[in-house]
């Protein structure tokens, strides 16, 4: 593992909306894919650090801490859903990522299809594939609502979770949490995958409480190039959970394209 772990250099972007922070492992194989992963509301790049480990050295991948989180500068307000992906545009477009596979992890998600729709129209970036893992359903969910769906979630995830997480959220801060779940809400995710012309994979635990299974099957069935799994026996956090089998399928979705197990046992 520690091997693994020297392959990433930290980089730092001055962006319009502020200073963000990555991690960047560049792969020397010819044949390399990009992915470019996003992390969830409530935590940092760290969130999908064990599913990057599994991807290198054969790929090239990249895990931004998103402003507001991390190591990155903290906007004096939060930003909304087209503002982060704006700001990760920037990004991708410094650091030179070419094809990138964009996967998101919950509140990433969102993001990561925001991101591929504002990539459509340029040609130099061209998104290879657009992966959502653990689409978090909150419309027409209360706040306390939620609350409830995360811990009955909580006690199926791994417990080395629970001090990253915390430390996060201290961080980032109950407001600031609360106002992109907003923003969140307010974002027309099914316009971003029309949008975005990629091939799309949903991912989902089949004890996964904050997405829903009504959630993935609808855009299963609405949106073009569009395949779904369900991973039986895990939860939410599938890139800290599963990360060999999320690496996995990663890599089959992007190699194979048809994966033919649509919406079936992992």
């Not at 992390?39 to 969130?47: E, P, Q, V």
Request: aromatic letters at 4%; one cysteine or more.
């Amino acid at each position: 593992m520690m091997e693994k772990e020297n392959q990433f250099k930290e980089v730092y972007v001055a962006t319009s909306y502020g200073r963000m922070r990555a991690l960047v492992s560049v792969s020397r194989q010819s044949n390399a894919a990009t992915y470019f992963l996003l992390h969830g509301l409530l935590c940092s790049g760290t969130f999908m650090e064990p599913t990057a480990h599994e991807l290198i050295p054969q790929n090239t991948v990249c895990i931004p801490d998103m402003l507001g989180y991390g190591k990155s500068e903290t906007p004096e307000r939060a930003l909304n859903i087209e503002e982060h992906a704006a700001s990760l545009r920037e990004l991708i477009d410094v650091i030179g990522l070419v094809q990138p596979v964009l996967v998101g992890g919950s509140y990433g998600c969102s993001i990561a299809a925001e991101l591929a729709a504002q990539l459509a129209s340029d040609p130099k970036h061209n998104v290879r594939a657009l992966v959502l893992i653990g689409p978090a359903d909150v419309q027409g969910k209360s706040v306390q609502e939620l609350l409830g769906n995360l811990a009955r979630d909580g006690i199926h995830e791994p417990v080395i979770m629970v001090p990253n997480v915390i430390g996060d959220v201290s961080r980032i801060g109950i407001d600031r949490c609360l106002k992109q779940l907003d923003y969140m809400s307010d974002h027309d995710l099914d316009k971003a995958l029309l949008d975005c012309g990629a091939p799309i994979l949903l991912i989902k635990g089949e004890l996964d409480k904050l997405s829903s299974e009504e959630l993935v099957q609808e855009k299963f069935q609405t949106v073009p190039n569009c395949q779904a799994l369900n991973v039986i026996g895990s939860a939410h956090c599938l890139s800290v959970s599963e990360p060999a089998l999320i690496a996995e399928m990663l890599q089959d979705f992007v190699g194979q394209g048809d994966l033919n197990d649509v919406y079936s046992a992992a």
